[in-house]
């Protein structure tokens, strides 16, 4: 071979290499590009694409700072001199900016070369759009809430923490605003989550109304939203309390619905309800919690007295669960006693707590407690079975038969398995239904009167006896009490106590018992105490009593013997 072949066939070598790395490049999923005096000397098809640009319009006629903003070309030109002179690069990043004007995150990482004998640099340009938007996506659901898109607890953590270093350091205030919804798990128990869900978008989208700039409004979870604030007095703390109560007053126009909600709304302040969060936020809802008790759809500002009866409050809700796993709860019995023949008819189960440090405790202490927590379905259930039992129990000696009543709370009612319960308790006993007999207030029959008839319904077919409670006190129509399969009204105790003098209640109670004549439905006074009481009930033609005059509530085996005994039967009636 001649040295003309070798040197040829050399060339031939040094074509094919540079022709498969050009291909290579051209290739290649990353930006790369040569860069020299300032201007691209050769950019890839990957860049060119990034960009928007064509070949043409770019290489010998634009550079490196014709692609980002004027703020970022004094750091790009000194790692451009670097790199011609020699100094090794360092990955780093810039906001680069599209033929369209559009910017995007990029990483660029050079390094010193030389082209066309001459000094220059080669480098690559990373996309960082992706892993921006990926970083950003983790950022947001650690720092925000995915229904709402508001900050969460740690991202309330963290602004509140800043706002009282600042209130520190200049000496001003900082305030918590608690608002938590009142009753807000109806809504998820009757419409569905879906639509609760919907609600809270809404309402957070109406509570970021009020909020100012530097204030944060954020959900801490469930219907509970925080709303921190610096710098404002306690006169402006109120008025953004009533602010929030009215954003929640207009109904909502959900799924077909148009929803109603109210808050209850507690309030701290720095420095004197505490310095930092965790104190801040308890004592905040702390006085929610008062604001629930003073009737709810209001706002209350914390104050030191509070924490004792929260302390009690939740001393009670944990020793409320452990009653019911030890089998601390019983049943005591009360007569309903029919006022023509003086016969004990039946008896109404009502629940007592036997606490083993504080003794008999009477429910009027714990249900609210009971249906704050859900509590209140578990304990009725129990309750439910337990009467059912001990009424089955009674037959099973020779008494009977006999009517047994039960207390349904509004949330046990409307639980979505409650007919389903009253069928288990009654097959777990042998129980004949019609021996069992519902007790529901008017407001919890009335509440949702429609979707209530069904499961009224469900349960009169079964054979169960239902009575309305309170009669009186609520807000009954009588288009509806017509088609309820209620057997029985109880007059209110409220309409009892003072029978005989008032006549208010005399006409009242009057009214009811010919109603129930009228309607064809037993009617039942509650809270007969004296033989004056007794006597005017007679006079009406009421159908049954049941009160301290015959009996107060009192265990199963002293029912019993109540119930053997009969003792009502020759009560004389006065003149």
Same mark, same amino acid.
């Given at each position: 071979?001649?040295?003309?072949?070798?040197?040829?066939?050399?060339?031939?070598?040094?074509?094919?290499?540079?022709?498969?790395?050009?291909?290579?490049?051209?290739?290649?999923?990353?930006?790369?590009?040569?860069?020299?005096?300032?201007?691209?000397?050769?950019?890839?098809?990957?860049?060119?694409?990034?960009?928007?640009?064509?070949?043409?319009?770019?290489?010998?006629?634009?550079?490196?700072?014709?692609?980002?903003?004027?703020?970022?070309?004094?750091?790009?030109?000194?790692?451009?001199?670097?790199?011609?002179?020699?100094?090794?690069?360092?990955?780093?990043?810039?906001?680069?900016?599209?033929?369209?004007?559009?910017?995007?995150?990029?990483?660029?990482?050079?390094?010193?070369?030389?082209?066309?004998?001459?000094?220059?640099?080669?480098?690559?340009?990373?996309?960082?759009?992706?892993?921006?938007?990926?970083?950003?996506?983790?950022?947001?659901?650690?720092?925000?809430?995915?229904?709402?898109?508001?900050?969460?607890?740690?991202?309330?953590?963290?602004?509140?923490?800043?706002?009282?270093?600042?209130?520190?350091?200049?000496?001003?205030?900082?305030?918590?605003?608690?608002?938590?919804?009142?009753?807000?798990?109806?809504?998820?128990?009757?419409?569905?989550?879906?639509?609760?869900?919907?609600?809270?978008?809404?309402?957070?989208?109406?509570?970021?109304?009020?909020?100012?700039?530097?204030?944060?409004?954020?959900?801490?979870?469930?219907?509970?939203?925080?709303?921190?604030?610096?710098?404002?007095?306690?006169?402006?703390?109120?008025?953004?309390?009533?602010?929030?109560?009215?954003?929640?007053?207009?109904?909502?126009?959900?799924?077909?619905?148009?929803?109603?909600?109210?808050?209850?709304?507690?309030?701290?302040?720095?420095?004197?309800?505490?310095?930092?969060?965790?104190?801040?936020?308890?004592?905040?809802?702390?006085?929610?919690?008062?604001?629930?008790?003073?009737?709810?759809?209001?706002?209350?500002?914390?104050? +030191?007295?509070? %924490?004792?009866? =929260? $302390?009690?409050? @939740?001393?009670?809700?944990?020793?409320?669960?452990?009653?019911? !796993?030890? &089998?601390?709860?019983?049943?005591?019995?009360?007569?309903?006693?029919?006022?023509?023949?003086?016969?004990?008819?039946?008896?109404?189960?009502?629940?007592?707590?036997?606490?083993?440090?504080?003794?008999?405790?009477?429910?009027?202490?714990?249900?609210?407690?009971?249906?704050?927590?859900?509590?209140?379905?578990?304990?009725?259930?129990?309750?439910?079975?337990?009467?059912?039992?001990?009424?089955?129990?009674?037959?099973?000696?020779?008494?009977?038969?006999?009517?047994?009543?039960?207390?349904?709370?509004?949330?046990?009612?409307?639980?979505?398995?409650?007919?389903?319960?009253?069928?288990?308790?009654?097959?777990?006993?042998?129980?004949?239904?019609?021996?069992?007999?519902?007790?529901?207030?008017?407001?919890?029959?009335?509440?949702? +009167?429609?979707? %209530?008839?069904? =499961? $009224?319904?469900? @349960?009169?077919?079964?054979?169960?006896?239902?009575?309305?409670? !309170?009669? &009186?006190?609520?807000?009954?129509?009588?288009?509806?009490?017509?088609?309820?399969?209620?057997?029985?009204?109880?007059?209110?105790?409220?309409?009892?106590?003072?029978?005989?003098?008032?006549?208010?209640?005399?006409?009242?109670?009057?009214?009811?018992?010919?109603?129930?004549?009228?309607?064809?439905?037993?009617?039942?006074?509650?809270?007969?105490?004296?033989?004056?009481?007794?006597?005017?009930?007679?006079?009406?033609?009421?159908?049954?009593?049941?009160?301290?005059?015959?009996?107060?509530?009192?265990?199963?085996?002293?029912?019993?013997?109540?119930?053997?005994?009969?003792?009502?039967?020759?009560?004389?009636?006065?003149?």
């Amino acid at each position: 071979m001649t040295a003309g072949d070798a040197e040829s066939k050399q060339q031939a070598q040094l074509a094919e290499n540079e022709s498969q790395f050009r291909n290579i490049m051209e290739s290649a999923q990353v930006g790369i590009f040569v860069i020299q005096d300032g201007l691209f000397r050769y950019a890839n098809a990957f860049l060119l694409d990034l960009f928007g640009y064509v070949r043409e319009e770019v290489i010998d006629r634009l550079g490196p700072l014709d692609l980002i903003d004027a703020e970022q070309h004094a750091f790009v030109r000194e790692q451009m001199r670097a790199r011609q002179s020699g100094v090794p690069g360092r990955r780093y990043e810039i906001d680069a900016r599209r033929k369209d004007g559009s910017m995007f995150p990029a990483s660029i990482l050079g390094s010193p070369s030389t082209y066309a004998g001459r000094p220059a640099s080669v480098g690559t340009l990373l996309d960082l759009s992706v892993q921006k938007a990926a970083e950003q996506r983790i950022r947001e659901l650690a720092d925000f809430d995915p229904l709402t898109g508001l900050p969460n607890r740690r991202l309330l953590r963290d602004r509140v923490d800043q706002l009282l270093a600042v209130g520190e350091r200049d000496g001003t205030p900082v305030t918590l605003v608690f608002l938590d919804l009142d009753h807000f798990k109806r809504i998820n128990d009757s419409l569905g989550h879906s639509v609760g869900d919907e609600v809270l978008i809404a309402l957070a989208n109406r509570l970021s109304t009020v909020v100012r700039r530097g204030d944060t409004l954020s959900r801490l979870g469930g219907d509970e939203f925080v709303l921190a604030m610096p710098g404002i007095s306690t006169a402006i703390a109120i008025e953004v309390a009533r602010r929030l109560i009215e954003e929640c007053s207009a109904p909502f126009h959900v799924g077909g619905h148009d929803l109603t909600v109210t808050p209850s709304i507690g309030i701290t302040l720095y420095p004197q309800d505490g310095k930092d969060f965790d104190s801040l936020l308890k004592h905040a809802d702390v006085a929610m919690y008062k604001a629930k008790e003073l009737g709810r759809n209001t706002f209350q500002f914390y104050a +030191a007295d509070m %924490n004792k009866a =929260t $302390l009690d409050r @939740l001393l009670m809700e944990s020793n409320l669960r452990r009653a019911l !796993d030890n &089998g601390e709860f019983l049943l005591h019995y009360q007569p309903l006693v029919c006022l023509r023949s003086g016969r004990v008819l039946g008896v109404e189960a009502l629940i007592r707590w036997a606490h083993p440090e504080l003794g008999l405790i009477m429910p009027d202490r714990f249900i609210p407690v009971a249906e704050d927590t859900g509590l209140i379905n578990p304990i009725g259930d129990w309750v439910l079975a337990e009467a059912c039992r001990q009424a089955q129990a009674w037959q099973e000696v020779g008494v009977g038969p006999l009517v047994v009543a039960v207390n349904v709370s509004p949330m046990q009612f409307r639980q979505a398995g409650f007919v389903a319960a009253v069928a288990g308790a009654l097959a777990a006993s042998g129980l004949d239904a019609s021996l069992i007999e519902l007790e529901l207030t008017e407001r919890t029959v009335m509440h949702d +009167a429609e979707v %209530n008839l069904g =499961t $009224l319904s469900a @349960l009169h077919r079964m054979g169960v006896e239902l009575s309305l409670d !309170d009669f &009186g006190t609520g807000y009954s129509s009588l288009a509806y009490l017509k088609r309820f399969p209620v057997g029985k009204l109880k007059i209110d105790r409220s309409f009892v106590r003072d029978l005989e003098t008032d006549a208010d209640d005399q006409a009242i109670a009057s009214t009811i018992v010919s109603m129930g004549r009228s309607l064809r439905l037993k009617v039942l006074a509650e809270g007969v105490e004296n033989a004056a009481q007794l006597q005017q009930l007679r006079n009406m033609a009421c159908d049954m009593a049941q009160g301290y005059l015959f009996s107060r509530p009192v265990p199963a085996d002293e029912m019993l013997a109540l119930l053997q005994t009969q003792p009502f039967l020759k009560m004389p009636e006065t003149e």
